[in-house]
């Protein structure tokens, strides 16, 4: 019972309705129970399996659901359901099995907000729960849906307190013992006023106020508008207002970009920062280090988002210049380097040819030292040098395969051949440290440079495909070669990577700018300077 300020309000404990099904009989039978919590409810049995009994179930569920609305719905006045059972709907183990009134762990949810009708379900269907539980708790339910809330209860008087205060008895008291003329005194062992009592009285009359009756009931608020962000809803009584309307507002904002058809990830960055503001705020005010969680998650959110974005445009929009959809992420490329440059250190003879067989094979084992590959695969890389190559590979133990090279170069899409590179296996020590997803995206990368159509109609040898992924993997978000600050590509290093002497750079790199790789080229000051044509600058990886 809580009483407050002259009223006194009585809290009821928060009804629950749990309907269940069961297996009954046999289990060859089929056979399911329906069950509810409420004893007038009696048990039915279903002979249909799970289907039937689900859909009596929900249909079962929907009767009480009726009931409870035309009796008004919730009520305010009434405890959390799941406080009753320690919160053990939501709590994990080890806080459900703390005793009663024990701490809770840091990430426990109070019980706070006004009370609401909420129905959940198990993900087995199997177990539905009607409950009258607080905000805070139905918001932490898992499955659990908000169905009406309950205003708040109102202040009441307690019953004959009105009277009590005006009504005097025959003597001229009233039932609180004051005189209703003087105001004097009138003491549980005495009838008649006492002489002090009664000279105080006559010297200052009136000096005390009359009882005053009690104050009208007021008239109910409107009901705040309400809210839900993040499985959460959001109190109606939550401070300060500009809190309680900035995340509803967020809450609907998430819900409407959801339905945009295409993707604004500037849009989201700012939803994803605004929402951590809030969220750290909220949990300044509620103390509760879930929301500080929630807010440390939409943080990183939101810087990812703005990563994410800044990769797709890679080149500012403007009027004249279309946003560059970008088949590698900043952080991809640097992985995609990182590749590259283990490659042209661990390539187990010089020839280009190797060279890139080993790149292409290194690329699709990289997460666990084995792969898949076809004769089409190797006749794309290398034409008429495949063979050849994949036996020098074999002979310097860098490959491994489980049959002879002529029955991998007859391997079709449909059937691969599975290789081995044994220093890349997992019991080695890792050499790199990306996923299999970044894996599949480099490799995809290289695959599409290297199969480049006019590369191909060109007829470029092995050199030239390598030196066009490498001037791909190192250019700036406009195209160009190479850092600001270096002014270009180190010819020694273009050169080492691509087996061939520095000065026929410049031969190779025309080819390119022939092939509509390259817009330009130029090799002075030991410097190799160009651009990447419109058409490649998806492929190109950022610096």
Same mark, same amino acid.
């Given at each position: ?18 309907? =269940? ?12 129970? %329906? ?23 929900? !249909? ?44 809770? $762990? ?7 907000? #006004? ?37 708040? #209860? ?33 003491? $549980? ?15 200052? #009359? ?13 008239? #109910? ?59 750290? @705020? ?47 992420? =900043? ?21 280009? !040819? ?85 894996? $599949?995206?480099? $490799? ?36 160009? @070669? ?8 180190? @010819? ?25 790789? %390259? ?25």
């Amino acid at each position: 019972m809580t009483v407050e300020a002259g009223t006194q309000t009585e809290r009821v404990e928060g009804r629950v309705w749990t309907v =269940r099904l069961d297996p009954h009989g046999r289990p060859s039978d089929g056979r399911v129970r %329906l069950s509810c919590s409420r004893v007038a409810c009696a048990d039915q049995h279903f002979p249909g399996g799970t289907v039937a009994g689900r859909k009596a179930a929900v !249909e079962h569920v929907n009767l009480h659901l009726a009931r409870i609305r035309s009796g008004g719905g919730p009520r305010g006045e009434a405890w959390c359901a799941c406080r009753a059972a320690d919160c053990a709907w939501h709590t994990p183990t080890s806080d459900a099995a703390r005793p009663r009134g024990g701490a809770r $762990s840091a990430g426990a949810v109070r019980c706070g907000g #006004p009370v609401v009708l909420t129905v959940s379900a198990d993900r087995a269907g199997r177990l539905w729960r009607i409950a009258e539980t607080c905000a805070r708790c139905a918001a932490a339910i898992p499955d659990c849906r908000v169905l009406d809330t309950a205003p708040p #209860p109102a202040r009441t008087t307690p019953a004959g307190a009105d009277q009590a205060a005006v009504k005097p008895d025959v003597e001229g008291r009233t039932a609180r013992g004051t005189s209703t003329d003087g105001m004097a005194a009138v003491f $549980s062992d005495h009838t008649t006023p006492s002489p002090v009592a009664a000279a105080s009285a006559a010297a200052t #009359p009136g000096s005390f106020p009359r009882a005053r009756a009690a104050s009208p009931a007021r008239a #109910p608020r409107r009901a705040k508008r309400g809210g839900k962000i993040a499985q959460r809803i959001v109190p109606h009584d939550l401070e300060p207002d500009v809190l309680r309307l900035e995340l509803i507002e967020l809450g609907d904002a998430f819900r409407t970009y959801q339905q945009c058809p295409e993707p604004d990830l500037a849009l989201l960055a700012t939803l994803h920062e605004r929402k951590a503001r809030a969220f750290r @705020l909220w949990a300044d005010v509620s103390d509760d280090d879930s929301l500080r969680h929630e807010a440390d998650r939409a943080e990183k959110a939101a810087q990812t988002t703005r990563e994410m974005h800044a990769n797709r445009g890679g080149l500012p929009a403007g009027d004249d210049q279309p946003v560059v959809e970008r088949l590698l992420t =900043r952080q991809q490329a640097v992985h995609a380097r990182t590749v590259l440059d283990h490659v042209c250190a661990h390539t187990p003879r010089p020839e280009a !040819e190797v060279r890139l067989a080993v790149l292409m094979l290194t690329l699709r084992a990289a997460r666990a030292g084995t792969g898949n590959v076809t004769g089409q695969d190797l006749v794309g890389w290398l034409k008429d040098d495949a063979e050849r190559v994949l036996q020098q590979l074999v002979a310097a133990d860098w490959l491994h395969l489980p049959g002879t090279v002529a029955e991998v170069m007859a391997s079709r899409p449909e059937d691969p051949t599975a290789f081995t590179v044994p220093t890349l296996l997992p019991e080695q020590p890792r050499l790199f440290a990306f996923g299999k997803t970044t894996r $599949s995206k480099i $490799s995809g990368w290289a695959q599409k440079a290297v199969g480049d159509r006019k590369i191909r109609k060109k007829k470029l040898g092995a050199t030239t495909r390598l030196l066009a992924l490498y001037t791909a993997a190192h250019t700036r978000p406009d195209g160009r @070669l190479g850092s600001a600050e270096d002014g270009g590509l180190h @010819l020694d290093q273009v050169a080492a990577f691509c087996a061939l002497p520095p000065d026929q750079v410049a031969e190779h790199a025309g080819l390119l700018v022939t092939a509509d790789w %390259l817009a330009e080229a130029d090799t002075a000051g030991e410097r190799l300077r160009g651009q990447l044509t419109e058409r490649v600058l998806p492929l190109g990886g950022l610096l």
